[in-house]
């Protein structure tokens, strides 16, 4: 079956570089989000899309942005980078069928290092 | 806003039980997910709950009181590999929210 998926899947960015990071979520999934995750923290919520409208923003750096593509996939862009940035970044995907939904799966992960 | 806890480490047994709590306060609730995550792997999907009561999965189960706002999963004649992380996530209107995670450490 088909998953949600990433790219790239490792990243490496120097101080005040620029980045993007990708998500293809599940075919028919209309909702995207997009997660940080530091060493041993639980995954930090940034910013989500509903049929490719901003629907919610999270602790998201106004250095960041994202969006939502005609084809329900999604970029996040990431401008001056700074070595707090490095983390691991997730993308997950679900359906939103009437306020309800079965399933949220997860993306493999962009592992982003800033040097 | 979600404010979701969740105890931060449990041990067990290989061939034991363990039931970890979660419980949360949200603006608005779509569900509730139980997740695995292995150290710098991406959380895998384990079980999901809208609805008051138990749902069963093999050795792992999931339960759901709104009116409490608590829920727990069961994690059934443990195995080596099930020591994980294992996150409890609430969905409000348009994100999930992630409890901080309860390390649970399987030995022999």
């Known amino acids: 079956a088909a998953g949600v998926i990433q790219s790239p899947r490792h990243l490496i960015k120097e101080k005040r570089e620029t980045a993007t990071l990708k998500c293809y979520p599940i075919?028919?999934?209309?909702?995207v989000y997009w997660y940080q995750q530091g060493p041993g923290q639980d995954p930090q919520f940034l910013i989500s899309?509903?049929?490719?409208?901003?629907?919610d923003k999270g602790s998201i750096p106004d250095r960041f942005s994202a969006q939502q593509f005609s084809d329900y996939h999604s970029e996040l862009n990431m401008s001056s980078l700074e070595l707090g940035d490095s983390a691991l970044y997730f993308c997950?995907?679900?359906?939103?069928?009437?306020?309800?939904?079965?399933?949220?799966?997860f993306g493999q992960g962009t592992r982003l290092t800033v040097v | 806003g979600q404010n979701i806890d969740q105890p931060t480490e449990m041990t067990a047994t290989e061939g034991a039980i363990v039931q970890i709590n979660c419980t949360y306060q949200?603006?608005?609730?779509?569900?509730l997910f139980w997740y695995q995550q292995h150290a710098g792997e991406a959380p895998t999907f384990l079980s999901y709950?809208?609805?008051?009561g138990l749902e069963e999965k093999g050795r792992f189960s999931s339960f759901l009181s709104r009116s409490k706002g608590y829920s727990y999963l069961l994690l059934k004649e443990l195995q080596m590999k099930d020591s994980a992380s294992y996150l409890c996530?609430?969905?409000?209107?348009?994100?999930?929210?992630f409890g901080a995670g309860t390390t649970v450490t399987v030995r022999a």
């Open positions: 709950n809208v609805l008051d």
């Open positions: 075919p028919r999934h209309d909702t």
């Open positions: 899309f509903y049929e490719k409208m901003q629907s």
């Open positions: 997950a995907s679900s359906p939103w069928t009437g306020g309800a939904n079965t399933e949220a799966f």
């Open positions: 949200t603006s608005g609730f779509n569900g």
């Open positions: 996530a609430v969905r409000g209107d348009y994100k999930l929210s």
